[in-house]
């Protein structure tokens, strides 16, 4: 069995040395301020639904948005909470690319619905989870 995993290490490693990474499939973080230019506006979130606008301030196409959204769980007495929060978490995928300055409204309903109790209250938070940002390749006179 080692040897069998040595072999497939060494295959992986020269696989990389073998196929490069482009320029055009470079990945890099965005710094808070720039991860801000894609915004919501207009959100309205309670325990049965979400919606808002997402807006496109930067200079260039996006795409792949994620939306993020979590319910969390307060419970009524905070001393002396339940055994499990039925807080959740979910993940909405728009499916649209925005131009610069762009915009597209999006809407989530939990499913299932979340449950209706007594001993607390669900507070929504929804916020930008990713994007990928389409810049054009430059042309390199020479």
């Known amino acids: 069995m080692p ?13 990389a040395f ?3 990474v482009s320029p055009a499939a470079a990945q890099r973080l965005l710094s808070p301020e720039e991860a801000k230019a894609v915004a919501i506006k207009v959100l309205q979130a309670d325990a049965s639904e979400v919606s808002g606008v997402i807006v496109n301030n930067t200079p260039h196409t996006i795409r792949e948005i994620e939306v993020l959204i979590q319910y969390h ?9 339940g055994l499990e929060s039925p807080g959740r978490v979910a993940t909405l995928k728009l499916d649209k690319d925005l131009l610069p300055g762009e915009s597209t409204p999006f809407r989530y309903v939990p499913n299932p619905p979340l449950p209706g109790r007594q001993d607390g209250r669900f507070e929504p ?18």
């Open 3 to 15: 040897a069998k995993l040595i072999m497939l290490g060494v295959l992986i490693g020269a696989s």
């Open 73 to 81: 769980w307060l419970w009524t007495n905070e001393f002396k909470p």
């Open 18 to 20: 073998s196929f490069p």
């Open 125 to 142: 938070e929804v916020v930008v989870a990713g994007f990928t940002i389409v810049i054009p390749p430059t042309t390199a006179s020479r």
